[in-house]
């Protein structure tokens, strides 16, 4: 089982739609969530982060945390054709000497169609 | 600002040369990340300074070699690399390397081409 998994995608949405992208994660002792959206060619961009259960919002973007499923997802509201990208789900876990380092998932491909 | 730098955007090197990645932060991080991405994968992290102390390698090959000469800077020295070592070369950093709630910032990378 891979620690960190998303849909891959690729997810397509018309303009002005829900987009919805969820990701899963296996290490239970896990306490910070990332979402980082990534332009093809371009670096990682952070979107989002999460640390508590429950909802967290940010302008059209929302994300949801459920530590008991080991759950988080990320709603883009409105969706426009500019958040057309791969997104990034990350998740920090403690490393050796006790230093953080994030966990990524294979990235969901995101399309949105005018 | 959440600004980290890099340099050169772009590096063309034969596997016989010597060349170095630069990465700059002046966001009083004290911690600061090497990532390798290939293509239409996730980002693969490489190593890790914290307090200007390597604490992660994560079995990089000696050919790669990370320097960290104070709070701000982070190179990668490259030495007679493979042509699968061609990929986007990204550094991060982050506030506080013991802190659960720690954010990673990324630069914009070096797209490295090994011939």
């Known amino acids: 089982q891979k620690e960190v998994e998303q849909n891959s995608g690729p997810l397509s949405v018309p303009e002005g739609a829900i987009a919805s992208l969820n990701c899963t994660y296996s290490?239970?002792?896990?306490?910070?969530f990332f979402w980082y959206r990534q332009y093809s060619g371009k670096s990682p961009e952070l979107i989002m982060s999460?640390?508590?259960?429950g909802d967290k919002e940010d302008g059209r973007f929302t994300a949801q945390l459920n530590k008991a499923s080991q759950y988080v997802s990320l709603l883009i509201r409105d969706s426009q054709p500019s958040d057309s990208a791969t997104y990034l789900c990350?998740?920090?876990?403690?490393?050796?000497?006790?230093?953080?380092?994030?966990?990524f998932g294979s990235g969901t491909q995101l399309t949105v169609l005018p | 600002d959440t600004e980290v730098t890099q340099t050169p955007k772009h590096l063309v090197m034969g596997m016989t040369n010597k060349k170095s990645l630069k990465c700059e932060q002046h966001?009083?991080?004290?911690?600061m990340y090497w990532y390798k991405q290939k293509a239409k994968k996730p980002p693969e992290l490489m190593f890790v300074?914290?307090?200007?102390?390597?604490?992660i390698n994560e079995s990089v090959p000696s050919r790669f070699s990370p320097e960290c000469p104070n709070s701000s800077l982070l190179n990668l020295h490259l030495h007679a690399l493979q042509p699968e070592d061609s990929a986007l070369y990204l550094c991060a950093s982050s506030q506080k390397p013991r802190r659960d709630a720690d954010t990673q910032y990324f630069g914009p990378g070096t797209r490295l081409t090994v011939l």
């Open positions: 966001m009083g991080h004290r911690a």
């Open positions: 999460i640390y508590s259960n």
């Open positions: 990350a998740v920090g876990r403690v490393s050796s000497g006790s230093a953080r380092q994030l966990t």
């Open positions: 290490d239970r002792v896990s306490q910070s």
């Open positions: 300074y914290s307090y200007e102390k390597l604490s």
